[in-house]
């Protein structure tokens, strides 16, 4: 019998090892999606931002040549036209980084999880090494028969008059 508890507890501790080094490759392996996402994101970030520069450098040489032509260059229109590619130009790339910025935090939040199930398979793996050791503890323990609740009668023998009569 003491063999199969002890081969018990053998295979419950490989199991958990196993269970915790599973979990400590998943996390490794979500970190290493994480930045390779974020790398990505940075890669198509500066992508976007340079074409979306280019289309307003584009956009304002059409506006000066179209300025020139007319005669307007200077004018007051030619201005405002100017500052309105500006704005638009800045409220794209506001709007790509906001985007980064909520990439990123998804990023961490998928980490962050993927850290926390580690830590609960990990302890998890530990409780059921710890369960098996007691089960087996315990079933070596003799059960002995007695109930908490019984109260002495008067009538029971060697009672010296301490029960409910």
């Known amino acids: 019998m003491a063999v199969l508890a002890i081969a018990a507890i053998i295979a419950t501790v490989v199991s958990a090892a196993a269970t915790i080094k599973g979990s400590m490759d998943a996390r490794d392996a979500?970190?290493?999606?994480?930045?390779?996402?974020?790398?990505?994101?940075?890669?198509n970030d500066v992508s976007s931002a340079r074409r979306k520069v280019k289309e307003a450098r584009v956009a304002r040489a059409r506006l000066m040549q179209s300025s020139e032509a007319t005669g307007t260059s200077g004018s007051?229109?030619?201005?405002?036209?100017?500052?309105?590619?500006?704005?638009?130009?800045?409220?794209?790339?506001?709007?790509?980084?906001?985007?980064?910025?909520?990439?990123?935090?998804?990023?961490?939040?998928?980490?962050?999880?993927?850290?926390?199930?580690?830590?609960?398979?990990?302890?998890?793996?530990?409780?059921g090494v710890a369960q098996s050791i007691f089960t087996q503890k315990a079933a070596k323990v003799k059960e002995v028969d007695v109930n908490i609740f019984d109260t002495p009668k008067s009538s029971d023998s060697g009672n010296k008059g301490f029960g409910i009569i």
Not at 31 to 43: D, L
């Open 76 to 127: 007051s229109g030619e201005s405002g036209a100017l500052s309105s590619l500006n704005t638009q130009l800045s409220g794209n790339l506001a709007a790509m980084t906001g985007q980064a910025n909520t990439a990123n935090a998804l990023s961490n939040v998928r980490q962050d999880l993927a850290d926390k199930q580690f830590v609960t398979g990990t302890v998890g793996a530990v409780a």
């Open 30 to 43: 979500q970190e290493e999606q994480n930045e390779i996402q974020s790398a990505q994101q940075k890669i």
